[in-house]
Each structure stands twice: as C-alpha cells, then as structure tokens.
C-alpha cells in the first residue's frame, strides 16, 4: 500500500524553500486494489495499473472513501489542497448534481473533518457531458502522528431521482481510457485523477 515514505525520498524532490520548511506538496493518485477481502479504494504517490480504470453510480447519494497507507513519520497537513478528475455525466435535466469533497484524520477508530469542498452543478442537459473538475480544499492545519491516515470521502448527490443521472470518473494511475473517458483519444480527459496535499514534517 502506498503512502508517504520517510524524509529522504521526500525531500529529493523540494526545492530550496522546501526542504528548509521540511515541508512540501504531494501528488496522490486515486487508484483501487483487490484481495480476496474485496476492493480497497486507495490514494497513493506511486502509479500502479488500478485493477479498475473508474467508477460510476446513478444512485441518488453514493459515497466512495479513499485511505491513504499510515503514515511513517509525524507530520502536520494544513493548507490549501486541490483535487483535478475528469467526470462525465449523462441523464435527466431539470436538477442538480455534485461531488463534495471530505478530507479527514483517520487515526483508526475516529474520523475528523479537516477540509470540505463542493463542486458547482454537474448536472447539464441530456446530452452526456464530459469536462474536467478541479476544486481547492482549505486544510485546517492537523498533526498527524506515526500510523495515523488521511482519508478523504467523495459523495456525490443529484435531485434528479435514482436513476435519472449518471456520473463516471477515473481511478487509474496510468491514464488507461475508460467508459466514457477515453485519454487515448482526448487529450483534454484523464482517468488519473489526484489531489495535491500541502505537509511539513513535525518533530
């Protein structure tokens, strides 16, 4: 499971400023892995091939919860962070439809709400409609200890009725095409959807 590694490999990657803060902004990707438990929805700087490319729903809610692998070091998260997918939507007109965003502290029995962000309408007409979402999350500042994870919860809602409106995005690292979203062919959709997430090690 992928997470952030200790500080070496980290700050290789810093520029000047960073490495005096000890700090600096990371690039997770969405992707998902199986056992024979089942699927488990990940977020992780390394990019596998995702055992599925994206992920769909037509309900009226639908969470997906993504975890982070426990952290090896402390560290504070706070900040702004931006989340970028590419997301199609087809169906009924007349609604709404969005996906908020949840960032959390997971320290393995209790969540707590660090940064939210909501989409605008993605709803559009009948006509599929497929465009590329990026949103900003202002991160309460938040230590986290050695195990602890960041977890972060989409939810999407529509008023359409169950049913009546689709949503896809991406969860592939590698950028493979999926329905709908198909990078191989348009350069302008991914399915590597990521969040950025702003850190400095705390000691």
């Known amino acids: 499971m992928a997470d952030l590694e200790g500080a070496p490999t980290v700050i290789a ?11 600096g902004t990371l690039k997770y990707y969405f992707y998902i892995a199986q056992d024979n438990t089942g699927e488990q929805y990940l977020l992780g700087k390394d990019n596998p091939y995702s055992v599925v490319n994206g992920l769909d729903t037509s309900a009226a809610t639908e969470t997906w919860t993504w975890d982070t692998g426990a952290f090896t070091t402390t560290r504070v998260i706070g ?24 960032l959390y502290h997971y320290d393995g029995s209790t969540e707590t709400l660090i940064g939210t962000a909501i989409t605008g ?13 990026l949103n900003k999350i202002v991160i309460t500042p938040t230590r986290f200890k050695r195990g602890d994870t960041l977890r972060l919860k989409i939810v999407w809602a529509q008023s359409y ?13 590698q950028n ?14 991914f399915t590597s959807s990521y969040i950025m997430i702003p850190f400095r090690i705390d000691d």
């Open 176 to 189: 493979r095409d999926f329905t709908d979203i198909t990078p191989s062919t348009d350069a302008d959709e």
């Open 79 to 102: 900040g702004t962070s931006t989340v970028n997918m590419t997301v199609h939507t087809q169906g009924d007109t007349g609604g709404t439809a969005t996906l908020t965003y949840n």
């Open 121 to 133: 309408n993605l709803g559009g007409g009948v006509s599929p409609i497929t465009q590329s979402v």
């Open 13 to 23: 990657s810093y520029n000047y400023e960073d490495i005096e803060d000890l700090g």
């Open 161 to 173: 009725g169950a049913g009546q409106k689709l949503v896809r995005y991406g969860t592939d690292p």
